[in-house]
C-alpha cells in the first residue's frame, strides 16, 4: 500500500493503528494483515455517545531498524 510505501521510505517498520470494536474496521485491517494486538473495553465514544471497546493492530514491514 502507499501507506506502507511511505512508511518505509521514511525508515519505520512498525506500523500501529486502533479501531472500534462496534462498528469499526477490524475486518478491513485484518484482509490487509495487520495482526490484532489487543483491545481496551468501553475505550472510546461512538459517535453517537456511547462507549465502546478499542482493538489495536501492528503491522511488521520486514525492515530492519538502524538506530539514529
Known sequence: SEA???????????LVLDTAVAGGASNFYERLRFRFAGEIPQ?????????TGTRFYYKHLGVLHEPD
Open 4 to 14: 506502507e510505501r511511505l512508511a518505509i521510505r521514511h525508515r519505520r517498520w512498525l
Open 43 to 51: 475505550y472510546a465514544l461512538t459517535p453517537f455517545g456511547q462507549f
